[in-house]
C-alpha cells in the first residue's frame, strides 16, 4: 500500500509436499493435505507459502523432474485441488510462490522425447554433443555423483545433465527454449499466483563450447556453469517478460549456489537484473571439508564474518533472504544447533536469528517443532537419489566397505534428514498419513510434534508464533542496519539492528556453555527492554550479560 514490496515484510514458510500431510493414504504428501492445514499456517502467522514442486514427474528428484510444467502429479492431486489451495490461502492472507524448476526438465518431459529424436524444432532444446561412447565431451561433474554427461543411444550422442541422468539441462542459448519458459511462467502467474522460486536459476548459462573444468577444483566444470556468461541477459529478459508484465507485487527467489555478494548485488541491486532476492549458501557450509559430505567443526566466527558481509553488502542496495534450512540441508536444530539436551533452547535461538536479521525470513516445515535428523539403519532407509549415489559410489570406490562406514555422513548430512514427513502427533506414523510413508517417520514423533506443540505454552512453536509476531510489529527488525558486535567472541553472537530512533540488540549464547560478557561502551542500554527471550532472564540491561547455554535476547528501544 505505500510503495514497500510486501515480500520484504513477509515471513516464508517452505511446504515439501512429499512429507506435509497425506488425505489418501498412499503414504504421499498432497495438494488436499495442505488445504487441511492451511488453519495451521494461519496460525502460524506466516504470509506466504513457498510451495516445492507438484508439478507432474516421474519423481526420480522428488519432483524437480519436471515432465508437465502445466499439470500437478497424480499423487499431489489436479489443477482443481491446487486451485482450491490458492484460494484457502489468499482467504486468510498468506500468498503463494510456486518452484520454477527450469535449469532442465525430465527426461520425460515431451521436449526432451522429441529432441532425442532430433525431431524440430526441439532439436537444440538441449545440450547434445556427438563423439566416441566412452568418452563424455568434458569433465564437468554431476551434483549427484558421477560425470554431468549421460549417452543416448537413441540420438547416438551425449546429453548434458548437471544433475541426475534423469534430469537434462534445457539450452537456454535457444530463444525458443526461453520463449517456452516465458509462457509457461506467465500461465502460471494469470492463474493467480504471488511468486516463484527458482531452482538453481544461476546454472542456467553454460561457457560457449562447454570447455573442461579446473580438475582440483570441488565441483568440477562450476566456473563454466555457475553465474555463466549471459545469465544476467537471461534474467533481465526473463523478469521483463513475465513478473514486469504483471500488474501485482510478485516475489522472486533465485537459488544460486555459489553467489557471492557481489554477483547477488547484480541480480537483486536497484540496477540489478530485477530479482527480489537470492538464496545464497555461503553459512551453509562452515567446517564443511572439500565436498558437502565430510562435514568438519561448526566455526561460529567464520558464521558471523559470513553474515556481516551479506547483511550489510545487501542492505543499501538489494535485500537478503535468511534461512538455515530447507529440503536439500540437514534440520537446522542439528546442523547449528545442539539436538540433544538443548534441542528446546537451541530451536529457539535459532528461530530468534532468522527472525531479528535484515531480509525475509524462511521457515521450513517442521522447523517450527525443532524437528531433528533421523536415523537411517541401512541404505534401503534412504529415498534421495543423492544420498544413495554417495553410498554407492564410496563403496565402489573402496572409501568405505559398507553403508557402516558413511553412515555418520549420512545421519549429519543427507537431505532425507529434511524429508522425513511432518510430525503432527503422537499417533502412528506422526499422524502423517494412514498408509505406509514413503520416507520413514523420526523415531521422535512421540515427543516431537504439532499436537503438543500446540498445547504446551513454551513451546518452540508458540516461541515461533511470538517471533512472526514480533518482527511484523517491529520494523526495525525488518528495515534496520545491521551492526555486529564482539567479531572475534568464540560463541556470543550480538549484533544491534537500527532505524533513526529506534534500535534492537539482540545477543545470542551459541554454545552449551555459559559464558558472561562486558556490554560494549558504545551500546547505549538505557532505553533498551526485553521483548523476546527463550529463557528466563531479568527484563533490564545491566553493565554484563550472564548467558545461559543458547540464551537468546531481543531488547527493544521503549
Ligand atoms: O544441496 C545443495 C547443498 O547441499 C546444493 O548443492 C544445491 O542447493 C542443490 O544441489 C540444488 O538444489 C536444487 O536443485 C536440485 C534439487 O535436487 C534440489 O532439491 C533443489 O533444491 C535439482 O533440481
Redesign the pocket.
Known sequence: TDGTPWWKEAVVYQIYPKSFNDTDADGIGDIPGIVEKVDYLDELGVDAVWL?PVYQSPQA??G??ISDYRAIDDQYGDLEDWGQLLAELHDRDIRLIMDL?V??TSDEHEWFKRSRRGEEPYDDYYYWREGDPETPPNNWDS??GGSAWSYDDEREAWYLHL?DEK?PDLNWRNPAVREDVYDMMNWWLDRGIDGFRM??INLISKTEGLPDGDPHGGLVGAEHFMNGPRVHEYFSEMIGQTIDTVDREIMTVG?T?GVSVEDAREYVGEDGDGLSMVFQ?EH??VGDGDS?WDAGEFDLVEFKQIFERWQTGLAADGWNSVYLS????PRSVSQFGNDGEYRQESAKLLGTFTHTLHGTPFVYQGEELGMTNASFESIDELRDV?AINFVEEAIQDGDAEDYDDVRDAIEA?A?DNARTPMQWSADANAGFTDGEPWLKVTDNYADINVASERESRDSIFQYYRRLIDLRHDNDVLIYGDFELHYPDHESVFAYTRTLGEDRALIVLNWSDEPTTVDIPDDIPTDDLELAIANQDVSTGVNAQFELQPWDARVYLTE
Request: a negative charge.
Open positions: 516445492s528428484d522428488n524437480y523432474d524448476v535449469n532442465h551434483f549427484f544433475f534430469q531452482d538453481v537459488e549456489p549458501f551453509m557450509g558437502k530447507n529440503h536439500d540441508q543423492e548430512v537431505r
